[in-house]
């Protein structure tokens, strides 16, 4: 395992240097600084304290707080932003990598929280709980037939790791309730959906973002697929928005021979640092491609571009997000924090990829509409990129900047012209929440079925697919059902996945993916 850091600059022992030669003149100017800041945060202090003592209303000073930081950073890049303390805590055990809980998927179903699937190995399975239960009490607190927010109901079920809670449930298939007492556990939030082999040399890790957990996940993944005989590997960034860059370059290193250029870093004072490869990797030799889309972003481009810049690999599929800002995130004290941010990344051949920025609201997170109308989505050729932001690989490959990692190999949007929608919306929690409902009816005899009959009876007729029109009609939702058989497939894939398990789903996915299609395309026309 390769073991490798990334470098700040460390401000104050260059201010501290630079005002020792500088002597009283620069010190003259620093209080002259320190009393125009002084008097800015005064003035901002006096408005607060003069709202809280005169207005002629009651009002949150909190909530005027909150807004006051918003306001400032809305004037910087759409990357810096305030968590709120609400906030703070859900984002940084996405984070961290896991959580204290009973260990369950759920949603709620008519005013009960109702278990989609235990977590494998987790709490609840161990307990006994079992997909379909409706929880009714947590210890002595009802569940059911309320609105419950999700900061309470999570309160009530996550704790202290070893404590135990007392779970009523609803058993449909038997009638009965149930009490039943979890110990609450840590319980991973996994970073690597899934790791398998897509051919008999080819292996598949994708990856959803780059949290604390994300490089283990990852190296264990890989070797186990290395220990089944894989020779190439897909490492798929689509619709990865990032997380920690050290992360994407821990990854980066088990790919990377030594001493290739990762990552290059640059602060407001132009201080830069450059991360580099380290001697031994776990997959240095073998062919490796890198999928990515519109919204693979930040770390996912970090490593992407690594892969590209240094000719060690092929970037498949559609132009990436365009994030090239590093965020710090600095505590506020009240459980709040704000992640400013503090540098530009560059890829190995010095792009940055960061796109403008002028337009910081919904139009800079979601260019789908934009990238649709301009036919990007659909046509390589219809990607604009500018001649003066023209940079060259190791091997002197041309690739450019200004706005996202262009792939090297373009894979158009999947659906034809009207059904992007209708496409997007089958891999949506909706369509989990229909197989759930429609489980639910019958899950003593769909538990028993075979993978085989599941398929016949879902692919081989139009019963579920009326069944699912009905429900997108009864729920207000208009959908393009010209191609069924594709949306037969997703509807067979997530009932497999409730079931039966998340590999057998990503087996039946990846079987119609157009970048797998295209890679394995690539690995036969090669041999």
Sequence with gaps: MKMNKIYFPIIIAIAVAVGLLLGSRLNSFGDAAFSAKNTKRNKLNKLIDFIEREYVDDINSDS???????????????????ISKSELQSVSENMKGDFVGIGVNFYMYKDT?????????????????????????????????????????????????????????????????????????????????????ISDKVGYIKI????????????????????????????????????????????????LKDKELIVKTKNKKGREDKTFATEKGDFEDGKVYVLINENSASASEILAGAIQDNDR?????????????????????????????????YTPSGRSIQKPYSDKGSDYFNEFEKRFESGELYEADSIKVADSLKFRTK??????????????????????????????????GFVSYFVFE??????????????????????????????????????????????????????Y?????????????????LSEDAMIKKVLEMKVSNE
């Design 395 to 428: 091997k002197g490959r041309v690739v450019y900047g200004g706005g996202g990692i262009t792939p090297d190999v373009f894979v158009p949007f999947q659906a034809k012209h009207g059904e992007e929608a209708t496409f997007r919306f089958m891999q949506s």
């Design 113 to 197: 929280v109702a278990i989609i699937k235990t977590i494998n190995g987790g709490p609840s399975e161990k307990a006994g709980i079992k997909a379909g239960d409706r929880l009714l009490f947590a210890n002595s607190f009802q569940l059911y037939n309320k609105k419950i927010d999700n900061d309470t109901l999570f309160s009530k079920l996550k704790g202290e790791k070893g404590s135990t809670v007392a779970i009523t449930v609803y058993r449909k298939t038997t009638n009965q309730k149930l009490k039943i007492n979890v110990k609450r556990d840590v319980v991973p939030i996994k970073s690597v959906d899934v790791s398998l082999k």
């Design 493 to 509: 894939a997530e009932f497999v996945r409730q079931i039966y398990d998340e590999i057998s789903y990503y087996e039946i996915i």
């Design 208 to 255: 959803n973002r780059f949290a604390e957990t994300t490089y283990d996940e990852f190296h264990k993944a890989l070797l186990s697929l290395k220990s089944q005989g894989i020779k190439e590997l897909v490492i798929d960034l689509r619709d990865n928005g990032g997380g920690y860059l050290e992360v994407a370059v821990a990854i980066a290193d088990d790919i």
């Design 64 to 82: 005027i707080v909150d807004l006051t930081v918003n306001g400032i950073l809305e004037n910087l890049d759409p990357h810096s932003v305030y």
């Design 438 to 491: 429609h489980l639910d009816n019958k899950r003593a005899l769909l538990g028993d079925y075979s993978v085989k009959k599941l398929k016949e009876e879902i692919l081989g007729s139009d019963i579920y697919l009326n069944a699912f029109k009905k429900y997108t009609t009864e729920s207000g939702v208009l959908l393009n059902f010209n191609q069924k058989e594709k949306i037969k497939k997703y509807l």
């Design 313 to 345: 690999g092929v970037v498949v599929g559609r132009r990436s997000f365009g994030k090239g800002l590093v965020q710090r995130e600095m505590p506020l004290g009240d459980g709040s924090a704000v992640r400013l941010t503090v540098a530009r990344y």
